[in-house]
């Protein structure tokens, strides 16, 4: 009958791929596997950098203007980070740095003796080759700490390098002061001694040394 005619035509084309000898059917599934392997997945674009914020710039200490023109230069700013309780307990010494390495082991002094809650901070002096630091600290119970650098005195007969400060401290306060004061001068000639002779206060009043 015509239905069964229709019915019977349709049934090849309907499982056409199924009648297909297998070996056909494993190379055609075989040949997508491989072509799926070589599709390449587009490349995102490289990632640009951000770039880098710039590193702040070291600032060297600036000596007081107030020493222009002098051969000793204000040279505290090198030490601003030792603490009062390191600076209270060097009455009557004289610090004269004369290299690099004796610089660092200034620093190192005052890490390892404790006295301060935190390291110092460590500012390197760039003028070893021709200048050397000479330091002391005026220490006393008062108002004020007075350090006013006079004159820069060589004597070559004595082979010494002297600078002359007037020092000391003045005022009716009950206040414990120490007040560091450092200068950088010209290197002597090797073997010369180098040193501060500390003059005493003039009483403003009289115009004499205090007593």
């Known amino acids: ?12 084309t309907t499982h056409a791929m199924s009648l297909l000898p297998k070996p056909i059917t494993w190379s055609l599934a075989l040949l997508l596997l491989l072509a ?7 490349t995102p674009p490289p990632a640009t950098p951000e ?9 060297a200490p600036t000596p007081d203007p ?25 009455t009557n010494r004289v610090f004269v740095i004369a290299s690099p390495f004796e610089h660092i082991a200034f620093y190192n ?24 630091l000479l330091g002391a600290v005026n220490v006393g119970t008062g108002c004020w700490a007075y350090t006013d650098p ?8 004595a082979r010494t390098v002297t600078l002359r400060v007037r020092w000391g401290v003045y005022g ?10 450092w ?18 206060l003039l009483d403003e009043s009289s115009g004499t040394p205090e007593t």
């Open 109 to 132: 002094e005052v890490d390892e003796s404790g006295l301060c809650r935190f390291p110092v901070e460590r500012v390197p002096f760039d003028e070893f080759e021709t200048r050397i």
């Open 172 to 181: 009716e306060c009950d206040y414990r002061l120490a007040r560091p004061f």
């Open 1 to 12: 009958m015509p239905q069964s005619r229709t019915l019977a035509e349709t049934t090849p």
């Open 66 to 90: 107030a020493f222009a023109g002098r051969p000793y230069q204000d040279a505290r700013a090198w030490f601003e980070g030792v603490c009062f309780n390191y600076w209270v307990e060097q």
């Open 183 to 200: 200068v950088s001068l010209p290197r002597p000639p090797e073997g010369y001694t180098v040193g501060f002779e500390f003059m005493p």
């Open 36 to 42: 799926a392997c070589n599709l390449r997945l587009p």
């Open 150 to 157: 006079l004159e820069l005195v060589r004597d070559d007969a």
């Open 51 to 59: 770039p880098s914020p710039p590193a702040p710039p070291t600032l």
